[in-house]
């Protein structure tokens, strides 16, 4: 009996775990753009909509209501959903990157309400209100064991967590990734230097959307069905909570604030299950959405840098980095 | 061609003005995008409706309507405190969350906290008033005819011509009046306007009060003719900013322009493309104008 339930808690705690982690992906890309170049992108659930929905369409087998029977592998609907996620997020960031950073996210903002509008409504090729089901899940062969079968989707996620880490830790240290912050914190003197700032926003952004498309096929085979309304702006507002609490320009930050603000919203969530009656429900539930637009109120004006802030980083090739160094080596 | 469209997008293109004529001076004197502006219609149209109640209550009952209208003297005493509220509402947004991130070097910091506020309001009057519809009244208005195959109710008349009256009346005040000016001065420049002794703080209070005043008006327009939600802020967000775009920011007739063209778009949209897609039609809209030309209708400077 007690094995029973230490090994439910055990696979309850790998679900959360790796749902966590599919959020820490999105939030990840939207730290490439808000964190590392300082591009407000309001649309988040727009592009994590593509990448769910390409995945879903590429990887599905035949038979389903909307556009899709391909049934091509995994591997492929994740790269599928990152090129087409990366090409929506191309077209936005075309038309508005030249102008000021407040028409970037009022376009945002438009292309999400548009993305959610088609998942709704173009029923022949994203199911419409009904959604896409039987989506392949991986590992799929271990669903008759609850705790083996999270546990394997947890490390497949948490390795993909980990590629990108690394990976956006490199970028970020490269001369590309300080050319992007300098582009945030002086665009004048970046263009000064003879870097072209739209040039370093546009590829920014569109390896931002490319990660929030990956984000979005990884929950859809970890969870086997999407609908449109998994893509409201509440999946924004909590992306962008994420990476505002966690420390945004830190991509360990955007992990841990990932883990934090979604272990904070499910165990809300199951107070508000356990605590009201059904028929009260949807309005405990819209409690805690005010709740979590306080919480990031006030982060925002008592502690902007989040719980790890941004850290300095600046070439190995100057003083500053060389007396850094010296010091440390000093150390005992 | 069925010109019914006219009068509906007329009425959306109203609804639409008077919300982007707050997101337009919002932006051209705070200097940001105001997302949480969509939940002052919301807030400003549940407020009536509560307002409207207890006027109702206190004049003991059932309240008579204006004749040919569907409402009575409660709506219309209700919407002048409404709108009141509406604009202190978005003074003490600012005094509790806007002020402090004004100032800061990031101004996009603001339209965080905004939308996070958008989120936080609307998610308060779901709590409160939850999520079924309400509305002013539930009588039936016979629409009549205008000729031209055009027909209109009363009430949507009567609320153009107030819509007209409302939008002269704040144009001659930003045009003609001392205090028009100094918010004009305060939207060129803020430091040079402090230095030439404008109270800056005043010229921001009254712009959250006009903004607010218009937005909740707006909202009670929804009200009368749809329904009140606490989404139909939200709902009407991205109409609200193509609509300040497309006219130019800062220009405040270029956003009742601009609103009544997203209303007369929206409106044909829904005869010819079908309504489902009419949330699409702002978006394209602002999409064209911010490839065409951002600056916008009558802006000057983009």
Redesign the interface.
């Known amino acids: 009996m007690l094995d029973l339930f230490s090994s439910g808690m055990a696979g309850y705690l790998a679900f959360f775990l790796a749902t966590a982690l599919s959020y820490a992906i999105i939030c990840l890309g939207l730290n490439l753009q808000w964190g590392q170049t ?1 591009l ?1 992108n ?1 649309g988040v659930a727009g592009f994590v909509a593509v990448g769910a929905y390409t995945s879903a369409i590429l990887t599905t087998p035949p038979g389903g209501a909307h556009l899709g029977g391909f049934g091509l592998p995994i591997v492929a609907g994740w790269a599928g959903a990152m090129l087409v996620s990366a090409a929506v997020t191309a077209f936005v960031g075309l ?2 990157l030249r ?5 970037l ?3 945002t ?3 999400a ?2 993305i959610q ?1 088609v998942a ?2 173009a029923q022949s090729i994203t199911g419409g209100p009904f959604g896409i089901g039987f989506i392949p899940r991986l590992f799929g062969g271990f669903a008759e064991n609850a705790l083996l079968f999270n546990l394997a989707n947890l490390a497949c996620v948490a390795l993909v967590v980990l590629i990108l880490y690394i990976g956006l830790e490199r970028l970020v240290r490269s001369p590309w990734g300080r050319v992007l912050r300098a582009v945030r914190e002086d665009e004048e003197a970046a263009r000064a230097l003879g870097k072209s700032p739209s040039r370093y926003r546009l590829q920014a952004f569109v390896l931002g959307g490319a990660i929030m498309g990956l984000g979005g096929a990884v929950q859809a085979h970890f969870i086997g069905f999407i609908a449109p309304e998994n893509y409201l ?2 999946l924004t ?1 909590q992306v ?2 994420m990476l ?1 609490i966690g420390g945004s320009g830190n991509n360990l930050g955007a992990i841990l604030g990932g883990v934090a603000i979604w272990g904070l919203w499910s165990l809300s969530g199951s107070a508000v299950t356990a605590f009201f009656p059904p028929e009260q429900q ?3 539930a ?9 919480l ?2 006030l982060a ?2 008592l502690r ?1 840098r989040g719980l790890l802030g941004e850290r300095i980083n600046v070439s190995r090739h100057t003083e500053a980095a060389s007396l850094v160094s010296n010091q440390t080596d000093q150390r005992p | 061609m069925n010109l019914q469209f006219l009068v509906d997008g007329l009425l959306t293109g109203s609804i639409v003005g008077l919300g982007a004529i707050g997101v337009t001076l919002t ?1 051209s004197i705070l200097r ?2 105001n ?1 949480a502006h969509g939940e002052f219609l919301a807030w400003g149209a549940y407020a009536a409706l509560v307002a409207a109640g207890v006027l109702g209550w206190l004049a003991g009952g059932d309240v008579a309507a204006i004749a040919p209208f569907s409402f009575g003297w409660t709506l219309i005493l209700a919407s002048v405190i409404a709108m009141v509220f509406t604009g202190l509402l978005a003074l003490t947004l600012d005094w509790l ?1 806007f002020r ?2 004004r100032r800061r070097a ?4 603001a ?3 905004s ?10 009057l ?2 409160i008033f ?2 079924s519809p309400a509305y002013f009244s539930r009588k039936l208005q016979i629409a009549q005819k205008l000729g031209l195959g055009i027909r209109a109710t009363p009430d949507q008349m009567v609320l153009i011509a107030a819509t007209a009256v409302l939008v002269t009346a704040i144009h001659l005040v930003v045009t003609r009046t001392q205090v028009g000016r100094s918010m004009r001065a305060v939207s060129e420049n803020p430091d040079l306007a402090r230095v030439a002794g404008i109270d800056v703080g005043r010229i921001v209070a009254i712009t959250w009060m006009i903004g607010g005043g218009l937005a909740c008006f707006a909202g009670i327009m929804v009200g009368l003719l749809v329904q009140i939600r ?1 989404y139909m802020g ?1 709902d009407l ?2 109409p609200l ?2 609509a300040a ?1 497309l006219g130019g920011i800062g220009s405040i007739p270029g956003a009742l322009i601009g609103g009544l063209i997203v209303g007369l778009a929206e409106a044909l949209a829904v005869q010819t493309v079908g309504a ?2 009419r ?2 039609v ?2 394209v809209l ?2 064209a104008m ?2 065409v030309r ?1 600056s916008g209708l009558m802006g000057g400077k ?1």
């Open positions: 300082g407000f309001v038309v508005t102008l000021r950073a407040d028409y996210a009022i376009a903002f438009g292309i309400v548009s509008l709704l409504n702006p509440t507002f962008w909570t505002i949807a309005r405990a819209a409690r805690q959405i005010a709740g979590i637009g306080v990031l109120s925002l004006i902007p | 932006y940001f995008s997302f969350l402090h991130l990031n101004a996009i910091t339209v965080m906290a939308f996070g506020a958008a989120m936080a309001l609307r998610s308060l779901e709590f939850t999520s606490p939200l967000l991205l900013f193509a775009i489902e897609w949330s699409a702002a978006f602002l999409i911010l490839l951002p983009s």
